[in-house]
């Protein structure tokens, strides 16, 4: 089995790599790494996989994420742990009960770096916030917003989701980033 080295200290993270990539084993490095300040997360995952393949000296990959919503220009983009830790989860749904627009959406960027080359593989999943939080504490609920974020398809919040709800809604093609990864990483290697 081929194996990928992911350099984060987000469990949430290697638990999604290791759901979601086919025919590769993940060996994980739990290093906090340093984000720059931005707003484009790909720009941020660039930065994070070079201080990555430094520490571990070796081909691996690292990724960011951002969660966008609509009605507030983007808000909070790619600085998702500021806007919770700043207004919190409560007063972004305050916000929001004016709004007619509920769109949002999870935006993900996986880099992949051989201390040669940089290559970009992207994740989208579209939703709508919900109106209050709902659904239970589980260990796979990687972030607060698991518990506002709608798949409009099925009506439940990620939190409310069954594993193969989940599986199927965001670990799809274009939601999880590590599927066009593992695709290209399987021919590549």
């Known amino acids: 089995m081929k194996e990928i ?8 993270k290697i638990e999604s790599a ?3 990539l086919i025919d590769v084993k993940v060996i994980s490095y739990p290093f906090d790494l340093i984000e720059p300040r931005s707003d484009d997360i790909q720009e941020i995952a660039k930065y994070k996989v ?10 691996c990959i690292a990724m960011d994420s951002g969660f966008f919503i609509e009605a507030l220009n983007g808000f909070p983009r790619a600085n998702v742990n500021f806007g919770l830790e700043t207004i919190g989860i409560d007063d972004m749904l305050y916000l929001m009960k004016i709004k007619t ?3 949002c ?22 939703g709508t916030l919900a109106e209050e939080r709902r659904g239970k504490p589980d260990k796979s609920n990687w972030s607060e917003l698991c518990y506002v974020f709608e798949v409009p398809e099925i009506n439940k919040t990620i939190a409310e989701m069954t594993q193969d709800e989940r599986k199927e809604y965001c670990g799809n093609e274009t939601a999880s980033c590590f599927n ?3 695709e290209w990483f399987n021919k590549k290697m």
């Open 101 to 103: 627009n509920k769109n």
């Open 50 to 59: 070079v201080q990555a393949y430094e520490k571990v000296g070796k081909p």
């Open 5 to 12: 080295v992911f350099v984060t200290s987000n469990k949430g």
């Open 180 to 182: 066009p990864f593992s």
């Open 105 to 126: 959406e999870f935006r993900e960027c996986l880099a992949y770096y051989d201390g040669n080359e940089i290559n970009y593989f992207h994740g989208t999943l579209k």
């Open 18 to 20: 290791q759901r979601d």
